[in-house]
């Protein structure tokens, strides 16, 4: 009876696998399906298109950076820039990214930007969830992604470190598949080098992340595959070479990391439970489950996750570091089988009318210390060439406006003396302030509204005056020799 069932549902064509459209999806595929387009494609647009990725002020001076290099035709070796360390070398080493960024806002403004931040996401968490759909379940994957999204939450910026996240999870990926053959990576995968080495200056930590998964390939294959990881770390090491900078390019990021101002910036002041406590709520969720499970991880992977937790200590900047080879690292190990329902790749189709809502969708970044759009409106045409003394995050507005800045968030080119005096003088050091005037002849100032212990003794001397303030700022000016101090209005 069957058969002659099935014998009919042929002669009328209905022994056919059914179409995307007729067939019935099982509730774990459904689920399965919702979980991957909340995760990887609706996250990383709620934060694309959220103020919380344009906060930050060297987010406008990369786009400026990236378009000088497009107008140019070259990368800049030294300071275009500013008018305090003009002409000083400047090793331009994320300029691949900042091109990106620039070209972007050139097409579409602030939503080229939002739709270059979503995705680069959607494309980290798109590495991210089919790596682990394969080796663990659907809700361990999920759920590894959420606590990877709180973890980068903080540092989702339209700046080159997100570019570079894909790179590191992709080159991640390439090892641990490697290892699991029990082999050693393509030599062609080395050229993804080439790009992160000229895309972000985190690119000195894919030489240990190779080494750590090397290390457990070759202990697992009882040294038959070493020389082969070998070869692949010294090909891996010429490649980060093929820098743009050339060998000042691979020593910068040393060179930066060894500065002693860094703890004034905030993403290098060590990790704290006040500065990132959703670090460390998902540190302790992430060690408990490991316990809970009794979970063995290889020592080559241990070592790699020790090194980047200590770093992520060291320096808030380095938990996105640490969250994402994490995520990448320790649910497969968790030996939770993967869903029968695997979720299509063609799913991830689904990004590109969200890419094109944040590209399209009307896109101006809040007003604020990141974006002073009105303060600097509001600064004449005749002082737009004079020397000011601005606030640390006003630097990148007032070059993509192009104002020259006192200081911007270059804090390396500027070096530890310039910003340690620049320090002083914010917290209101009105000899140190008065001594850097005479000498870079300061003719304004650009302030936020709450310095009041530099404003207010520089306007209580008689020698400065209000020119405009507004909910973002201040801008004072310089009072002429014999003119008194009121002698100008004072807008709001």
């Known amino acids: 009876m069957k058969a002659d069932v099935a014998a009919l549902k042929a002669e009328n064509g209905q022994s056919r696998s059914p179409s995307l459209f007729t067939r019935e999806f099982a509730p774990g595929e459904m689920a399965a399906h919702f979980l991957f387009i909340a995760v990887v494609l609706g996250i990383p647009l709620g934060f694309a298109i959220s103020p919380l990725a344009f906060r930050d002020g060297d987010v406008s001076w990369q786009i400026a950076a990236g378009r000088w290099i497009i107008a140019h035709g070259r990368i800049p070796t030294s300071d275009p820039f500013s008018f305090t360390v003009a002409g000083h070398p400047w090793v331009a080493m994320e300029w691949l990214s900042e091109i990106v960024y620039a070209t972007a806002y050139r097409l579409a403004g602030w939503g080229g930007e939002a739709a270059t931040v979503a995705a680069a996401l959607i494309a980290l968490n798109a590495l991210a969830f089919f790596y682990l759909q394969r080796r663990a379940s659907v809700v361990v994957a999920s759920a590894s992604l959420l606590m990877l999204e709180i973890v980068l939450a903080p540092f989702v910026l339209a700046r080159p470190h997100l570019l570079a996240w894909p790179l590191l999870a992709g080159w991640t990926i390439v090892l641990l598949r490697a290892a699991e053959e029990g082999r050693p990576p393509s030599l062609w995968w080395t050229l993804m080098l080439v790009v992160w080495t000229n895309a972000h200056a985190s690119f000195p930590l894919a030489l240990p992340i190779a080494a750590a ?124 089988r993967p869903s029968a329902a695997q979720v299509p790749k063609w799913l991830l189709l689904g990004c590109v009318p969200m890419l094109a809502y944040a590209l399209l969708a009307p896109m101006t970044p809040p007003e604020g210390r990141a974006n002073p759009r009105s303060l600097i409106a509001a600064v004449p045409a005749s002082l737009r060439s004079q020397p000011v003394f601005n606030e640390y995050s006003f630097g990148g507005p007032l070059i993509l406006a192009g104002i020259k800045p006192y200081i911007d968030g270059r804090a390396e080119i500027y070096g530890d003396a310039f910003v340690a005096n620049y320090m002083k003088i914010i917290k209101g050091d009105i000899p140190a302030f008065d001594r850097t005037a005479r000498q870079y002849r300061i003719r304004w100032v650009m302030l936020p509204r709450e310095s009041k212990t530099l404003l207010d003794p520089l306007e209580a001397s008689g020698k400065w005056r209000r020119l405009y303030s507004d909910k973002v700022g201040v801008i004072d000016v310089r009072v002429p020799a014999g003119q008194p101090q009121n002698g100008g209005a004072v807008r709001q």
């Open 213 to 336: 998964i090397g290390l457990d390939s070759a202990i697992e294959a009882r040294w038959t595959n070493f020389r082969h990881w070998l070869v692949f770390g010294i090909v891996s090491l010429l490649a980060l070479m093929v820098n743009a900078n050339g060998v000042v390019g691979i020593l910068q990021p040393f060179r930066t990391a060894s500065l002693t101002m860094l703890p004034l910036i905030g993403e290098w002041r060590p990790s704290s439970t006040e500065n990132t406590p959703e670090f460390f709520a998902i540190l302790l969720l992430g060690f408990g489950g490991i316990l809970w499970t009794g979970l063995r991880v290889p020592l080559g992977r241990l070592l790699l996750l020790l090194v980047l937790l200590g770093l992520a200590f060291q320096h808030v900047r380095h938990q996105a570091t640490f969250a994402i080879v994490a995520a990448l690292v320790i649910p497969p190990l968790l030996n939770s």
